[in-house]
């Protein structure tokens, strides 16, 4: 069924509302009072819950509400990830605003009965604060002080309808742009807003839009780069799993403003869902006439097609990516010329990442006033950050930018796992820094990050904790770097690896503090002079430690020891007086270096001992072997 | 339009486009580089910017900018020699260095290497940085070329050559990371490749990684056995780039020289590879007539190029009746020297050992294909050796070659005109026919012998020449790439043509790669063109049926041209192969 | 290994598909992501066929399919156990449980069991970091994965009964 036209779109809308209408009952209502109303189960169907067997509770809970004759009175969804991963898998229940935390298969029974049919909430379900041990119903924490705008649908619509997204404000964006802008006004909302690329490099998305467009050529294309490279981050992911349309009318808009007719999606293979989610997104909006020609009438012809990525993190590089997608080994090029200028196929060729393409259509139908009104002065808007690490809260965090890592880490992430002490926090990914204790109020926006040694990157935030070697984390983005250089420039392939090395020495022990200066000189000229973006950011995890811990690295090489005790070659593992000579160890050790009799302390073989922590394991009850 | 810009505080004006390093050139700043390469005359351009090494400095950057693919723009102020830049270029040659052998003494590149030189530039007096070190098998598999890819710094010369010019494609990129490294096809070894071994990635890859297959001491052993009878003989391209071995200014002939070289060394006999391309003409105009007479098919074209042949084989394999069957010159003095030489000597063919000294690495290939041997045992050629090669044999013989004095070819295998010695630039094998098949179609002289249309750094140049009454359509080309679209186009029925000539080299053999290495500067290749022409223009007979020696031959020897005995000896055939 | 007659129909298969795209060289890599589909891996004469077929030259092929993690010239076990090795993950102790996979499959990442049971690989981050440290077998995550036993019960349900 094609929409003709705007009246076409807006009639659908009006006729698609009640689809949602239970979830957007704006206050809490009380479960009592809303007997009654068509109840929507929301079963969290993000990453995380999937895994850990949202869609069987899924499941269940259909068959039991079908056994019980309730299917009319409550519905069951499967929307994108609520963001609360840590806790999942996730319920949500409207309109009574009930969320349910580390939901399992056995629970379905309970809820179904004491929810839905005695209508009262399942207590040792609800989240509950561990410090102050209050439950909560509704408002949880976690989502105190975030905002979402690119996350807005996500969680909250079932993504695989194209018209709970028409009902959700879709496409109306798009009608605006067609009917009652210009493509110049668009781009200068844009600039207006001053929406920065959530890719990693913030660039101005406006600025981006107008130099394509203002590139002459016969053809234009939009690339949407869902490549989301990052390990650790899953925003991305996010977005296309739970709201695959507003990357797509975002695509559109993009088409409009710029001229072109062609829009790829470069995905990552590893996101099965995530494609299926798209396919199924593009193949609605072709039937709606959402994409096609003649878009609502208008004189605008876009389509979209999917292109895979296969397993190359230099392929988020927007160069890469435009080779892979021609077919071509994913080798990043000099620029410029820019993207902008020669892209596709020659053609000029503007890349979004999805998280900056999902803000679009809100600030097409709010305003560029409203969008830059969020956010610090040089950067607008929201971020959103893959919290995760050694945080209790592991989840997806949509916050104003110019949060502080504090309120991130230690509000909404609700602190550090087991009561440890935080160490730094890792941002931007492989092409990050660490950022210390004493930064932790920065409010973090492109240039603060910066300044102080790390980058926005795509949002991972990757909590450390005092058990983290920072040596061992900065060799961790090493190796992720050396490994996935493309192998193209002489600074990025041989540099790399020769930094791995050096860092590898010093991890073992035999690095001198020659070695550390050699280090920091080459990171410096790997900067200076690798190709594309991979290399030049490549030495940043190493730097901002070198800056932050620089102690941690002479401890290894001075001292040779590990003071996080994370370094294999540099542990010991020795048994103190607390031993009670159980020999339980002794039967353990793949070595036999541990000698002891019977109710004796015991001694472990230094010469020989293969540093496997298996005695220790062993031993954790009566805690009498310790490594330093 | 003009841009404006600064480089190391001299102001300049160059056209927009135009990047920082040719910029630099226009006011004598030399910045280094290793992998940029451009050969315009070939539409060769290496511009993949991976080794780093010509990093300059350009101010309110944040980074450092290749300047070999940064296009300057307005108001750009670039420093070249800050220390910045400095370091950076000397610490990207130390890591290169770091990943590959030590072992530029005993390497075959060694005065002609690239990576070497600019170390020693750059002043690079330690190898900073240490570690692992690549570890692959060297690819010993062909007769004509030798890949050491543990030499390989990834500069993509090779495989720009191979895919942009040549469009043979025997090599990608493959891997990632470190273990990145150019390879073949599934590591498949160049001989079980479609490699046609013109040797062009030789002649730009900048480091040892890929040379000739030495066969110098094969010679040595050869001239010091006192039961062979070593012959050699020179393809005309040698004459004229010989000399760049001995530090001779380019397009130096030194022909004379070259002869008494080759007797010094001990050679006992030395013949001239001109003397069979004067015979090519005889029997490839003939069968060019008899193909038009008999409703043969059209074009013939020629087949003196192994490369070529083996390209069209891999990649024409519908299309082997076309080509010529003529073996190519060096083969054909080579069988002759075995059979009409050694009758007249009164020797055993076995007892002869044939030298062919070549501007060429795929003769060193073809020399070994087994159709080119007598009852397919006695080889019609033993061993070849490149211009490059002998080079090294004079010197290592303590021959001082510019103080030789002139030597004349022996008689009568060393006899030869003008036309022959053209055969060694682009166009001159249907320009040298085309002098014959004036003459003996019209029966008039032809009194301007010079056909300029066909000559040049044209990649395609076509002429319609009338001769008798009839127009030939005739066309010129240098490059496999070059050949690869006149034959698509010809296979498309697009066009057509009565005789095409085609070499692989650019420029012909004059720019093979077995000649001294041109470094990217093509004006050598030009200086050798134009000796080629000096030497044709000094020749007393300048016409192939003018040669004598030729004609006796057929007298005496061989009967008819394009007769039976000359089908047997001279004449050879193809083999279709797949595309690897 | 596959025999004759199946070699045949993924050859008709993988050429239909190709046959059926509008463009084929720009499609280079989806094309190898289908034929690695049918066939499981990316022999050399598969990659052959391809570079024929677009008239490529196969050094080309093996270019691109040599740059890309996901392609596999070696054909994989039964199972595919995938380690998480993101950021996340290896916070978390994602190192310890490739250590642990690699002792308890007596292989290294990237390698097939001698039983062609279970090859071992990783990758990066697939947005269960909650659940870090984790593994994925088959596609199917398994979260929280701390303890030998835990792994070797996942392991175990992949194993044929014995
Ligand atoms: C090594 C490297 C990896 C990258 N990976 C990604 C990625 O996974 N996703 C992404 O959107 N951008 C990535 N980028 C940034 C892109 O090159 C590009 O700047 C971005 O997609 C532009 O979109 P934006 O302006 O909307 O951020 C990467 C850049 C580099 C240098
Ligand atoms: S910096 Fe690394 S990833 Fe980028 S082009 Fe160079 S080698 Fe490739
Ligand atoms: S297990 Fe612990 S207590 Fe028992 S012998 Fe070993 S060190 Fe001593
Ligand atoms: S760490 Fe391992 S090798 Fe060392 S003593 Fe303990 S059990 Fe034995
Ligand atoms: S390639 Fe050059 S640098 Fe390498 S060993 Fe040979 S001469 Fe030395
Ligand atoms: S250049 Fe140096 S290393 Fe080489 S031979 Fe001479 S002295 Fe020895
Ligand atoms: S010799 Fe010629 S055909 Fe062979 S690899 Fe080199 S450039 Fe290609
Ligand atoms: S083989 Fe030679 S030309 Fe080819 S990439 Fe290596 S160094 Fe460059
Ligand atoms: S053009 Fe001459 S040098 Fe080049 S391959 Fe052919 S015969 Fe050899
Ligand atoms: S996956 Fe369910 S809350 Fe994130
Ligand atoms: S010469 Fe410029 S990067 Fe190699
Ligand atoms: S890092 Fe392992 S799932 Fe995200």
Known sequence: MKLENTDALNALKAQSLKLIETRRVADSVSTKNAQGLVRHVMVCGGPGCHSSGSPRIAELLEEELERLGLSEQVKVFQPGCFGFCEKGPMIEIHPDNATYCEVSAEDVPTIVEEHFIQGNQVERLLYMDPNTRERFSTNLPFYDGQLRIALRNVGYIAPE??????????????????????????????????????????????????????????????????????????MDRSVLEGDPHS????????????????????????YPAAIHRLQVAIA??????????????????????????????????????????????????????????????????????????????????????????????????????????????????????????????????????????????????????????????????YESLTAIGSMMGSGGLIVLDEEDCMVNIAKFFQEFTMDESCGRCTACRVGTKRLHEILTKITEGTGTLEDLDKMEKLCHIIKDTALCGLGQSAPNPILSTLKYFRDEYIAHIVDKTCPAGVCKSLLRYEITDKCVGCTLCVKKCPMNCITGSLKKIHVIDQERCLKCGACMEQCRVIGAINHH | MDIQLTINDISLKV???????????????????????????????????SCRVCMVEVEGRRNLASSCSTPVASGMVVKTDSLRAIQARRTMVELLLSDHPKSCLTCAKNMDC?????????????????????????????????????????????????????????????????????????????????????????AVCPTGA????????????????????????TAPAVRVALGEGFGLEPGTIVTGKMVAALRRLGFDRVFDTDFAADLTIMEEATELVHRIQHGGRLPLLTSCCPAWVKFFEH??????????????????????????????????????????????????????????????????????????????????????????????????????????????????????????????????????????????????KEAVIPIAGRDYRIAVIHGLGNARTVLEKIQAGEINYDVIEIMACPGGCIGGGGQPYHHGNMEIVAARADAIYREDRAKPLRKSHQNLAILGLYKDYLGEPYGKKAHQLLHTSYTGRKKI | MCDTASTNEFAQKLDDYIDSLPFKKENLIGILHYAQEIYGYLPDNVQWHIAQKLDIPSAKVYGVV?????????????????????????????????????????????????????????????????????????????????????????????????
């Open chain 1, 161 to 234: 309808n194209i018209l709970e997204y028409i009902a959700a404000d879709g496409y109306q964006a798009l009608a605006k742009v067609l009917f009652r802008m210009t493509p110049l006004e668009v781009i200068d909302v844009l600039k207006e807003s001053g929406l920065r690329g959530r890719g990693g490099a913030g660039f101005p998305t406006g600025t981006k839009w107008e130099f394509t467009r203002r590139s002459q050529a016969d053809q234009r294309y939009i690339i949407c780069n869902a490549d989301e490279g990052d390990p650790g981050a899953f």
């Open chain 2, 15 to 49: 056209p927009e486009g135009m990047t920082i390093l040719d910029a630099a050139r226009t006011v004598d700043i030399d910045i280094p580089t290793l992998c940029y390469l451009k050969l315009n005359e070939m539409h060769y351009n290496n511009n993949i910017a």
């Open chain 3, 66 to 162: 040599s740059f890309y993690s996901f392609f596999t010239m070696i054909p994989r076990g039964e199972h595919v156990v995938n380690v998480c090795m993101g950021t996340a993950c290896f916070v978390r102790g994602g190192d310890k449980l490739k250590d642990e996979l690699e002792n308890q499959l007596k292989i290294k990442a990237g390698e097939t069991t001698p039983d062609n049971l279970f090859t071992l690989e990783t990758l990066r981050c697939v947005g269960a970091c909650g659940l870090a440290p984790v593994m994925i077998v088959d596609g199917k995550v398994h979260g929280r994965m701390h303890e030998a036993q835990e792994i070797n019960e996942v392991l175990a349900k992949y194993r044929p009964e014995s």
């Open chain 2, 114 to 202: 690239e990576l070497r030189s600019l170390a020693a530039e750059l002043g690079v007096r330690a190898i900073g940085y240490e570690g692992v070190e690549s570890e692959f098998e060297i690819d010993h598999s062909s007769f004509s070329i030798v890949r050491d890819p543990n030499k390989c710094i990834r500069c993509r010369r090779c495989e720009t050559m191979c895919n942009d010019v040549q469009t043979v494609g025997v090599y990608s990129a493959v891997g990632r990371g470190f273990e990145t490294v150019v390879k073949t096809a599934f590591d498949l070894p160049l001989s079980k490749t479609a490699c046609t071994f013109c040797g062009q990635c030789i």
């Open chain 1, 284 to 445: 609605q909006a072709r039937e709606y006439g959402l994409l096609g020609t003649a878009i609502l009438g208008s004189d605008l012809n876009f389509d979209i097609q999917l292109k895979y990525g296969a397993g190359a993190f230099v392929c988020g590089e927007e160069t890469a990516l435009i080779h892979s997608i021609e077919g071509t080994r994913g080798e990043p090029s000099v620029k410029p010329p820019f993207p902008a200028q020669k892209g596709l196929w020659g053609k000029p060729t503007c890349v979004n990442n999805v998280e900056t393409l999902a803000n679009i259509p809100p600030i097409i139908l709010k305003g560029a006033e409203w969008f830059s009104s969020i956010g610090t002065e040089k950067s607008k808007g929201t971020k959103v950050f893959a919290l995760a690490g050694k945080v209790n809260n592991v989840g997806l965090v949509e916050v104003p930018m110019g949060t502080t890592l504090r309120k991130i880490i230690f509000d909404i992430g609700g602190g550090i796992k087991q009561h440890k002490t935080f160490k730094a926090a890792q941002t931007g990914g492989p092409s990050g820094g660490c950022i210390p204790t004493k930064y932790l109020d920065t409010p973090i926006d």
């Open chain 2, 315 to 460: 990649q024409f394999p519908d299309l082997l009746d076309i080509p010529s069957t003529c073996k190519s010159p060096h083969e054909m003095l080579g069988v002759l020297i075995k059979s009409y030489y050694a009758k007249t000597l009164g020797i055993d063919p076995k007892t002869i050992t044939v030298v062919s000294v070549m501007p060429c690495v795929a003769k060193k290939y073809e020399a070994a294909r087994p159709e080119l041997a007598q009852s397919g045992e006695i080889a019609d050629v033993d061993i070849v050796i490149s211009t490059r090669e002998l080079a090294r044999m004079i010197r290592e013989a303590s021959i001082h070659f510019d103080h030789l004095k002139d030597q004349e070819f022996d008689h009568p295998l060393g006899e030869s005109t003008g036309a022959a010695v053209i055969f060694g630039a682009t166009g001159g094998v249907l320009e040298a026919a085309l002098r014959t098949a004036y003459e003996v179609l019209t029966g008039e002289t032809l009194e301007k012998v010079e056909f300029e249309a066909l000559r040049g750094m044209n990649g395609i």
């Open chain 1, 247 to 270: 990357v797509l009318e975002a695509m559109l808009i993009a088409g409009a403003a710029i001229g072109a007719s062609e829009g790829f999606i470069y995905v990552r293979a590893e």
């Open chain 2, 210 to 233: 890929l040379t000739e297959l030495d066969q110098v001491d094969k010679v040595w052993k050869a001239l010091n056995d006192p039961n062979q009878f070593v012959v050699v003989q």
